[in-house]
């Protein structure tokens, strides 16, 4: 039988500060609801204030050396200090366990309300985090085109909104993300079998050296790929099924820090039919047992 640690357990009820978040105004809001139905991709100014996004990413830091504020490690950290080279790019999963900053960000009541809204799901959980740090003059750490749906084919519901926030400004030269217009619309749901197999394995790293991100793209795309140019602070909203991915940072100064946070909804389970990796396998507590913890999915919405 698997035994939750109370102190793991209660990781996302513990005390955190509220960030202060811009939320869109009625009209912006529309615009984004319009734009995921049509580009499967939108994007808003400024969610965060600058210097919110300044003091996060002035913690990246601390947070790749492992000094974490509760003592409990990420589910993913890729780049160890005085290991990894400089110049590989740098990948924490799930740091809201680990850091009380991001945790504000992540379990934000605010940002899970604005996720309910523009999907129209009755309440919301957090699947996941990620932390992405490429330091300039990067030259292999494209981030190669993939769907985050991909990457949960384990849940029974496979509905899933992206929100990527940056914490430098991007433009064209920092590693700007990168979507493909309307590929939202190439598969539909876990049936597809096109994109990927519902209960396969995923394998291999995201990152490429391609200048190409959409090198293994099985579809046609020409014309349709679109950079995002964001302010500090600034974010983009994607579906589970829109191609996306990243350019390396080629620029000599500026970093390239963000944070995603994929959001399933309220009321989704684990798919007893499908085999769970090594991570997600953890949060089951059974072979039958198909509920989501709020303990290590939480409801913010």
Known sequence: MFRLSARRCFLHTRPVGQPHIKLPTAGELQTIRTDLTTKGYATFGQLLRPQEAITLGDKFPAIFRGEFDTGVFPDEWHWREGISKESAPREIVNAWKSDDL?????????????????TGWESVRVAQDDLWWKAPSTANSAT??????????????????????????????????QYIE?????????????????????????????????????????????????????CS????????????????KMHRRSLAIHYIPGNNSFDLNVKTGYIYGKYRMSDHDSTLYDCFFPQVG
Do not use: M
């Open 237 to 252: 909203f994607h579906l589970g099924n829109t191609w996306h991915g990243s350019p390396p940072n080629k620029d000599a």
């Open 102 to 118: 991001v945790a504000s960000i992540v379990l934000s009541k605010e940002l899970g309300s604005l996720v309910r809204a523009i």
């Open 144 to 177: 190669k085109g993939h769907i985050d749906a991909e990457y949960f084919n384990f849940f029974a519901d496979n509905s899933l909104l992206t929100l990527w926030i940056a914490l430098d400004p991007v433009g064209q030269d920092n590693s700007p993300l």
């Open 182 to 234: 309307g590929s939202h619309q190439w598969s539909v749901g876990n049936d597809s079998g096109e994109i990927f197999k519902k209960g396969s394995e995923v394998s291999g790293s995201i990152l490429t050296g391609d200048e190409d991100v959409f090198a293994s793209c099985p579809y046609k795309y020409d014309g349709l790929v679109r950079s995002v140019s964001v302010p500090r602070g600034g």
